[in-house]
């Protein structure tokens, strides 16, 4: 696995919550979404593995629906419990992410 | 919510719009997730169809499944059974249970059937002594579990992979189905009789084997068993 891949693994969760938390998605969507947002090498069917998971701690919950013309949806929401794991998540990220961001840019310290 | 079934089905019609190599891909996928059967069937069911969805669209925008699913389909196969739930308690008895009284009326229909079609030739002696028939009952429901759980892990190593050796499991099957019928023909001969006996001919057998069947079909259409 790539620097990178083991990176994000972390931190997939909360990425795919966020996206959820804007506007309920499908997997096919979450998928461009998390690409658009910058995540290319994020393979696409990353998502259903992470949506299995999320559904499982009950931080979200997907409703499938059949539809008239083409694929049947199964749309995912954002539960009470998500909000506060997303909100939890996204402090300690900062808290981390502050620090390290300043420890690995490196050099243009006053030292 | 659509059922599980209604997912099978539609799961069957759409797999017909994949390219050949995608298919390929992806019905090892679905075997592989399909044989564990510990899994809620709903949740396996969904998820099947939706990656089956992305994979059609992904498919129109010329991607392959190796490019949505990633060059290692039984590592990613791992992940989505790792993360999908277990079957309910609540949906796992009644269908144990439903194979196995469906099990027992058979048996009484085929003991029914043999000692009538056996006493026109010759006398038949059709004592039962229950203790018996439990501990053979209960070999042989064990050794079905066995069998089973052996052939869909069989079927599960040879996915995959490009060259299967067919040869190799088809022996390990072989032997496995001999020793499944020595073991359930061989045991009333090892086991003595013992405790009490009563008799039961043909005429009960056969009653007792309907009526139980019976029960079966209606329980399996009201409660929507399978």
């Not at chain 1, 409703?63 to 083409?70: A, N, Q, V």
């Not at chain 2, 003991?111 to 010759?122: E, Q, R, Y």
Request: net charge neutral; hydrophobic share 40%; glycine share 6%.
């Amino acid at each position: 696995m790539s620097v990178r891949s083991q990176l994000l693994k972390g931190v997939l969760d909360g990425c795919v919550l966020a996206i959820i938390e804007k506007e309920p998605v499908y997997g096919y969507e979450l998928s461009k979404k998390l690409q658009d947002a910058g995540l290319e090498d994020v393979s696409e069917g990353t998502v259903y593995p992470v949506l299995l998971r999320l559904q499982k701690n009950g931080y979200i919950h997907g409703d499938m629906r059949p539809s008239e013309s083409g694929p049947n949806r199964k749309y995912y929401f954002l539960t009470e419990d998500g909000r506060e794991a997303l909100n939890e998540l996204s402090l300690e990220w900062e808290r981390i992410a502050i620090p390290v961001t300043s420890l690995l840019r490196r050099g243009d310290k006053n030292d | 919510m659509i059922s599980s079934k209604q997912l099978i089905s539609e799961n069957n019609e759409k797999r017909k719009l994949l390219t050949k190599e995608n298919e390929k891909y992806y019905d090892d996928l679905l075997l592989y997730i399909r044989l564990q059967m510990k899994l809620s069937e709903q949740q396996t069911e969904e998820v099947l169809m939706e990656m089956l969805d992305h994979l059609i669209e992904g498919q129109n925008e010329g991607k392959t499944a190796r490019e949505i699913f990633g060059d290692d389909p039984k590592k990613y196969a791992d992940e989505i059974v790792g993360e999908l739930p277990p079957a309910k308690v609540k949906k796992i008895v009644p269908f144990v249970s439903y194979l196995t009284f469906n099990l027992i009326s058979l048996l009484l229909l085929i003991n029914g059937v043999t000692i009538f079609v056996a006493s026109l030739f010759k006398k038949v002696d059709s004592t039962v002594f229950p203790f018996n028939s439990l501990i053979q009952f209960l070999v042989l429901l064990t050794s079905i579990g066995f069998e089973i759980e052996f052939i869909f892990y069989l079927i599960r190593k040879s996915l995959f992979r490009k060259h299967s050796s067919k040869i190799k499991d088809s022996v390990a099957v072989g032997i496995s189905v001999v020793l499944f019928f020595s073991l359930n023909i061989g045991l009333p001969h090892l086991i003595p009789n013992f405790g009490p006996s009563f008799q039961f001919g043909w005429i009960p057998s056969i009653i007792t084997g309907v009526i139980l069947w019976l029960i079966c079909f209606w329980a399996k259409k009201r409660f929507k068993i399978i």
